[in-house]
């Protein structure tokens, strides 16, 4: 499915608890749902479990209770923390690959990763080799070659981590901007900049489990 239309329901987090093997829960009774158009901004300290949230929607990771359900059919595409792509390779190559991957002719894949490129701010590096662009052009190019995708639900991982707040601005007016081009997007982020932007921010902890001395959560 690509719905590019909002208020589609996509992604369903009923009552999930987690823990890794060997390890006290991260949190429990975590609930939310998430539409087609919305953001959603997950905080919490470091090691509190956003990364891992983000794994158990993409579905790498299987719930210690609950479950998540993700609209069938949904394409979903994750952004990584650190952006990554073939040094001396074009942002115009880079951009267009997805396309090019599902079968679009080079000219016209270009034509479309240019627009794309130009309505996220990268007009003036479309030549730029990927080894010249700064830490926020190259994590905006992550963000347009994710969308070149077309997915759904896209899952973002820290997408500010390394930035300066001009940069840090860039990127969150951008994650809005796939919102508002009708997909779900949940960004694991601690920086203020983008999770005041969100639709909704849930804050993981709010859901870390009251362990009394002595007594181990769900032993
Ligand atoms: N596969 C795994 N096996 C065991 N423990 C894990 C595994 N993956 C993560 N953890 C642990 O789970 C906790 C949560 O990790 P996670 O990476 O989700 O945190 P985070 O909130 O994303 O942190 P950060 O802000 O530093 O990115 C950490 O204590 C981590 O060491
Ligand atoms: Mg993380």
Redesign the pocket.
């Known amino acids: 499915m690509s719905s590019n239309s909002r208020g589609v329901m996509i992604v369903q987090v009923k009552d999930v608890s987690h823990r890794?093997p060997e390890?006290d829960l991260?949190y429990e009774h975590v609930n939310f749902e998430l539409e087609t158009g919305q953001t959603l901004a997950v905080t919490?300290?470091?090691?509190?479990?956003?990364?891992?949230?983000l794994s158990l929607i993409a579905c790498w990771e299987k719930p210690y209770s609950g479950r998540v359900d993700i609209r069938k059919g949904s394409r979903v595409c994750w952004v990584f923390q650190n952006p990554y792509g073939p040094k001396y390779r074009t942002v115009r190559d880079i951009a267009s690959f997805p396309f090019i991957a599902h079968g679009m002719p080079r000219p016209q894949a270009n034509e479309k990763a240019e627009e794309t490129l130009v309505e996220f701010g990268l007009k003036t590096r479309i030549e730029s080799l990927f080894c010249d662009l700064s830490g926020g052009e190259a994590q905006r190019l992550m963000l347009v070659r994710a969308i070149c995708c077309e997915p759904d639900l896209l899952l973002v991982d820290?997408p500010t981590a390394q930035l300066d707040m001009r940069s840090a601005h860039q990127v969150a007016d951008s994650l809005r901007l796939l919102a508002d081009r009708g997909m779900a997007v949940v960004i694991?982020t601690?920086d203020p900049f983008v999770w005041q932007s969100c639709d909704r921010v849930l804050n993981l902890e709010e859901y870390v489990p009251l362990v009394e001395e002595g007594v181990h959560a769900l032993a």
């Open positions: 890794f390890t991260l919490g300290p470091s090691g509190s479990g956003k990364s891992t949230l820290e694991a601690h």
